[in-house]
């Protein structure tokens, strides 16, 4: 995955579309060579993930850091809140005929 940091916001992953930062717009962005990306400024990502429960959490962004040569995205554990959990335990049981 690739991420950058431009005007103070931060963008992870590469989109199939996009507009160089000369103006011009391009497809299959997500297919620009590797040297391209970089004059863009995107950069590798690293992934710092917790532990956690799938069934009762989910893992959503807390920081993205551009430290010059990858951007250092680490995650945090959210809980699910449980009306949520109830609805989708609701469809669970339906899909199965229960």
Not at 11 to 27: H, K, N, Q, Y
Not at 42 to 54: H, Q, R, T, Y
Not at 68 to 97: C, F, N, Q, R, W
Request: hydrophobic letters at 40%; proline letters at 5%.
């Amino acid at each position: 995955m690739y991420g950058r940091i431009l005007n103070n916001s931060t963008e992870l992953g590469l989109p199939t579309a996009g507009i160089l930062l000369d103006g011009r717009t391009v497809s299959n962005y997500h297919l620009l060579p590797e040297k391209t990306l970089l004059e863009e400024g995107w950069l590798p990502c690293e992934e710092v993930k917790p532990e956690f429960d799938e069934a009762t959490q989910y893992l959503e962004v807390d920081t993205a850091v551009d430290n010059g040569s990858v951007i250092v995205v680490t995650y945090k554990a959210v809980d699910i809140p449980v009306d949520e959990l109830s609805a989708m335990e609701d469809l669970l049981l339906s899909e199965m005929g229960v």
